[in-house]
């Protein structure tokens, strides 16, 4: 099981991803809109197998946050602030309101409380018209982790140079595989230079004028 703690706001929000154990397993800020969302949903998927393996607390019980999580299949909690304050007191009572400490609460609570909870429905006809696209979203993201996998074991073996391309970020997949496109081979990755590597998709080249002549 993978526990989640999501500190909500209008501009990014806080998360933590705890085990069974308490075991941190991983913190991060995640923005506000679609771009976000698709990193909380790849934290979360690097973690768990299955959406029936994670429980969601947040500090909020609608919005397209919370819909998308709850189309997704996760067990998701709606926290009051006053419960998660009087968590946060029972923690450490001098302790000050931190997002990212919150976040720790929130997880705490969904891992340790959650029988006391009651998770969120999710049968708003928002949260239904969103299923398909999250669960469709999130085998996507799922394919991709796989295939990040199987090229960092294939470069690990065959073209270890080429491994400090892959990062934990979709763009970084993109970027190696265009790396890739033009250097298959560690040889040919030895004579590639920093302006044949399109690292960034640039625009269209203009075509050829009939009868013109190549440069």
Partial sequence: MVFVGIDWSEQHHEVELQAGSGKVLKRLRVSADVAGLGRLQEAITSAAEEPSQVVIGIES???????????????VYPISPLTSARAREGEAPSR????????HVLANLVRTKRQDLRPLAGDSEQAQALQVRARSHLRAIRVQQRLRSQLRSTLAKFFVGALPLLGDESEDLRDALAVLSL???PEQGRGLSPEQAPLQPGPPRPAAQPGGQGG
């Fill in 183 to 185: 250097a298959v081979s």
């Fill in 61 to 75: 019980n609608h919005g397209l946050l919370v819909n998308a999580l709850v189309a997704s299949g996760y067990r």
């Fill in 96 to 103: 000050t309101k931190s997002d990212p400490g919150d976040a």
